[in-house]
């Protein structure tokens, strides 16, 4: 008996322990059950806004084409001197124009950075501000096992907060009070059509039907595959280690990840970037004989890795397999983009086609098939590598072509030079950041004196040739003259705290027209370039 005593002393309170340790692990997390509203007073001048009668002259309509890469660095075209892919078809587009040296998305990011460019303001202005959340930890086992036990490289889980519920995370996307380039020339009489990636909501009211396109071919995520995973002997896949590969394979064709056609789900078999050239063509062929915007948000280069065959045997020379998938993807970019504009040369309606070319972000590094290098940094960091991208403008008889423009632009003059192209006046009610570039261009004038770039604490601006950047976590400082260190390799903080606190009051007064993100964020990236830490939220 007392031996009996003895060991129900001891395994009670083990078999206790143990119970308690399960039910934390099990314990659901907090929710904030919140829905995210539209601002009400931007809803109600957006519905009057577009409600109003388009009183402007009848002048012709141009048409309007917009081609943006993802996850495309500055240096992985040939457009710029790259040397790994020669790009023809995006080089003769620009050389049909103007050339931006300097042209800069507003984030470092997917969502945000298209969020910016739909509606020609920074996003932080209405709380766009980080990716739209799929999923979130449930329960602690979830939370310390993704943050102690999944190797998930720089990714680093932020700490644990109350997480948008289910309900909540349906409302997540770009916030329904904002008026879109395609809204703007709906209300012009255009034809509007979206093909490709969409990655700013997958709930009714968020898809891009319900956002000012009256067609849509592509998927909600922020990702699919190209093509089926099969035992297609003219695919080559190519997998990574990095554990958003994993996610990105496993769900590709899953979902908001699946193909779409106006909402309703096909079983697409086509290689995807050779099927939205298809699509953007047989839209150009339909709409030929009226105006007609065309948004083209191609998923290349981004993860997956998987290309046809014909385009990887254009890189027989290139043993590091990695590399070779992704140039080929950029070859197959490049080919699709070709076709478009030769299509409008076909329809003979080049003189009045204005076609826009750019990338919503630098090149993603962490696949380390890109480095962005002489640039610093790459996608997530609002070092060079990170915003800087490739920018070109087209639009035969008003620009004049091999026009180069050396000073700052941004992705959110796209909006700007739209509304000024189709004669749209603009609501008085809301803040617009972008400029015409046609103008800018032809005359030579500098588009923007200061640039402004937010994610969560990290922070960055750019002031004539000075730029500032303040890390995440750290508030760590670093200050470049692009004009003589267009790499960011010298910090002259210590040298120039003049200029420092001067750059620091300009973000101040620039984030005070600014709200908070209208969800949080999961995650942060972690740079480490050796003697420097650089931290930003996602």
């Not at 993860?303 to 990887?312: D, E, M, W």
Request: aromatic content about 14%.
């Amino acid at each position: 008996m007392a031996a009996y005593n003895k060991i129900t002393k001891i395994v009670i309170p083990i078999l206790i322990a143990l119970l308690l340790a399960v039910a934390f692990l099990f314990w659901p997390i907090n929710t904030n059950e919140n829905l995210i509203l539209a601002d009400k007073k931007l809803a109600e001048g957006k519905t009057a806004f577009l409600s109003q009668k388009d009183t402007s002259s009848s002048e012709k309509k141009p048409n309007i084409i917009i081609l943006l890469a993802d996850d495309l660095g500055k240096y992985d075209i040939s457009l710029y001197g790259g040397k790994t892919t020669p790009t023809p078809q995006i080089d003769s587009l620009a050389a049909s124009g103007v050339t931006f040296t300097e042209g800069y998305v507003s984030a470092p990011i997917c969502s945000p950075s298209r969020a910016g460019l739909l509606t020609g303001r920074y996003q932080e202005r209405f709380g766009h501000e980080f990716q739209p959340g799929d999923r979130y930890p449930k329960n602690n086992l979830e939370y310390y096992a993704f943050k102690y036990l999944i190797n998930t490289d720089n990714w680093r889980l932020n700490p644990k907060i109350e997480y948008p519920s289910d309900a909540s995370i349906a409302t997540q996307g770009l916030p329904q009070s904002e008026i879109t380039f395609a809204d703007l020339a709906k209300r012009k009489g255009y034809s509007t059509g979206i093909i490709g990636k969409w990655h700013l909501g997958h709930n009714k009211g968020f898809f891009p039907l319900d956002r000012g396109f009256d067609y849509h071919y592509g998927f909600y995520q922020a990702f699919s595959l190209f093509a089926p995973e099969d035992d297609n002997q003219d695919i080559i896949n190519h997998h990574h280690k990095d554990f958003t590969d994993k996610v990105i394979w496993g769900q590709g064709r899953v979902g908001i990840g699946k193909i779409r056609r106006n909402n309703t789900i096909i079983d697409e078999k086509e290689y995807l970037t050779e099927k939205f050239a298809d699509e953007a063509e047989a839209f150009i062929d339909k709409n030929k004989n009226k105006p007609f915007l065309l948004y083209v948000p191609f998923n290349a280069p981004h993860t997956p890795f998987q290309v046809r065959k014909k385009y990887y045997d254009r890189f027989p020379n290139v043993k590091d397999e990695n590399k070779r998938v992704y140039f080929a993807m950029i070859s197959a970019l490049d080919d699709a983009i070709g076709r478009i504009r030769e299509k409008v040369k076909k329809e003979g309606l080049e003189e009045n086609t204005l076609i826009f070319f750019a990338s919503d972000n630098g090149g993603a590094d962490y696949t380390f098939a890109t480095t962005n290098a002489p640039l610093k940094g790459g996608k997530f960091s609002h070092f060079e590598g990170g915003i800087n991208v490739p920018f070109a403008l087209s639009w035969k008889g008003k620009i004049k072509p091999h026009t180069v423009y050396k000073t700052p632009v941004i992705s959110l003059d796209i909006f700007s030079t739209i509304a000024s192209a189709i004669h749209s006046d603009l609501p008085k009610d809301r803040v617009y950041d972008g400029v015409d570039l046609v103008d800018f261009v032809n005359n030579n004038k500098e588009a923007h004196k200061n640039l402004y770039w937010r994610s969560g604490d990290a922070k960055a601006i750019r002031s004539g040739n000075w730029k500032l950047l303040i890390s995440g976590k750290t508030h760590e400082t670093w200050l470049y003259d692009l004009s003589k260190d267009k790499f960011e390799k010298t910090d002259l903080a210590a040298q120039n705290p003049e200029k420092v606190k001067e750059l620091q009051s300009a973000l101040q007064t620039w984030e005070k027209g600014l709200i908070k993100p209208l969800w949080p964020n999961l995650m942060h990236y972690e740079f480490d370039f050796g003697t420097q830490k650089y931290f930003v939220d996602l």
